[in-house]
């Protein structure tokens, strides 16, 4: 499925693949560890990267999308990316061959995966002697069909590369919650916040107010996944309001932590 061979994602572990003569789409499924993770690769098809099951995070083009099982990304051919899971997952990737893909975007693009999309998927996922070619091809007709794009936004918070920057930037990552302010952790460091301010900027192309926005967002999303409320994520995350919370979500990701972990009963 990829330039350099299908292996090279999933390394020496072997998905399960259904990929019948004459299908337009083929359906790879595999399992992840928490915290695992498939090396930058590429594609010749487009990809719609789905889990069941467990939470999956894909970078690429210097983006990482954090994806509960309400939504899919749509990763087009030869566009190169890193696959993980933020805890244990299946990985069901839908693999489209372009010569008979209608769909035509250039950039990756989150899908909200409906019940009836969750079906079909899995419906394709059966042995192609259990399925026939026309059952197949209807299926896969209905598949792109229900394909739409949802207007969301990634959250990144890079880690800036000035030592005493990184070290502020880790023990966040540790702790999201934790409050101080950079005068203070300029005295945890070694630095004075003003020099600590310009290596945020410098690093990450963010304050550091915002950094440690899209940081806390970005710790919170496999919380909420995992089914916690937002009330126990805000606070857990450094908010000291549900309602903040949800606030700061909505600027950072585009829509409310409701919409996008229940993309479905929007209607798509």
Known sequence: ????????????????????????????????????????????????????????????????WVLPSTVALWIPAGVPHSTGATSSALLRSLYFWPDRCPLSWDDPQVVP??????????????????????????????????????????VRAPIPADPRARRVAEALRADPSDGRSLAQWGEVVGASARTLARAFVSGTGMAFGQWRTQLRLQAAMPMLAAGSTVAAVARRVGYGSPSAFVAAFRRGVGVPPGAYFAPAETGR
């Open 1 to 64: 499925m990829s330039s350099d061979g299908h292996q090279q994602e999933h390394g020496e572990r072997h998905p399960s693949l259904v990929n019948p003569p004459g299908a337009a789409v083929a359906v790879g499924s595999f399992p992840l560890d928490g915290s695992e993770w498939f090396g930058r690769h590429r594609h010749a098809a487009h990809q719609l990267a789905w889990a069941p099951h467990g939470v999956l995070a894909v970078r690429a083009c210097g983006r990482t």
């Open 113 to 154: 995966v409906s019940g009836l999309l969750r079906e079909l998927i899995g419906y394709l996922a059966q042995d192609p002697e259990t399925l026939g070619p026309q059952a197949r091809r209807r299926a896969e007709d209905v598949v792109l069909d229900l394909l739409r794009p949802v207007s969301v936004t990634t």
